[in-house]
């Protein structure tokens, strides 16, 4: 009797399920986008706010309590007179000071202060808070006949501006000003900082006083003063002109 094969049918596989479908793999991907988009977010530049230059801006009142602080240090080592104002100027230049008077500078040092009253003149060191050189003036015996001496005349001053002002050429249309005026003017340049008012520092402790006084009539709203700011770098000239918005130039 001829026997019936029978095949053996193929076991039935369930659908697969596609991998992105499957839950667990999904909320990674999703948690992975998030962090990725947040991390962008946080570290792109805002190209729509612009960003500012922090310019720092010198006070005058600053350095008049500047002036005042180095005054009343001294007055603890010297009687000094409460109702009379010294002049007060910072040592830029030892070796210029020191070659005009070799023995008051002796001991003196770069940035030491010198404070200047009508009967007295030291040298005061602030990162020693001592005085380094004190001379007194005896004023001159009106009995006697005063003799005539030949004085030096005074030397033409070099002068450097910068400009506090922030407004283009303003350093270059004073320096043409002075120039005009028979002064030197060997640089210009900016500031350090932005004045409000326009400032004439005597860097050699009041050996260019005629230059100064002349610098102060071209410049009625200019200051007059011997600290050079914290905020400006050091100079080899014997005046600095710092322009303030004070002045239209």
């Known amino acids: 009797m001829p026997v019936k094969r029978v095949s053996a049918k193929a076991p039935v596989q369930a659908p697969r399920t596609p991998f992105f479908t499957q839950p667990l793999i999904l909320l990674i991907l999703v948690v992975a986008m998030a962090a990725a988009a947040l991390y962008l977010l946080l570290t792109q530049p805002n190209k729509a706010a612009p960003q500012r230059q922090a310019v720092p801006v010198a006070k005058t009142e600053d350095m008049q309590q ?4 180095i005054v009343t240090k001294v007055s603890r080592h010297l009687l000094v007179n409460p109702n009379e104002a010294p002049y007060v100027a910072t040592i830029t230049n030892i070796d210029l000071v020191r070659q005009n008077n070799p023995v008051f500078y002796k001991d003196a040092e770069q940035g030491d202060k010198v404070l200047i009253w009508s009967d007295k003149a030291v040298v005061y060191s602030p990162t020693k808070d001592k005085l380094v050189a004190v001379m007194t003036s005896i004023p001159p015996d009106l009995s006697q006949q005063p003799t005539s001496t030949p004085s030096e005349p005074e030397k033409q001053a070099n002068i450097e501006i910068r400009n506090g002002s922030r407004v283009a050429g303003a350093a270059s249309r004073l320096r ?16 350090g900082a932005v004045y409000e008012e326009t400032l004439i520092i005597d860097l050699t402790g009041g050996a260019v006083a005629n230059a100064i006084t002349a610098l102060a009539e071209a410049i009625p709203e200019a200051q007059a003063t011997s600290v050079l700011p914290d905020t400006e770098r050091a100079t080899t000239a014997d005046i600095l002109i710092l322009i303030g918005r004070d002045v239209s130039l």
């Open 66 to 69: 500047e002036v005042e602080s």
């Open 176 to 191: 043409t000003t002075l120039r005009e005026s028979g002064m030197t003017v060997i640089s210009i340049g900016d500031a």
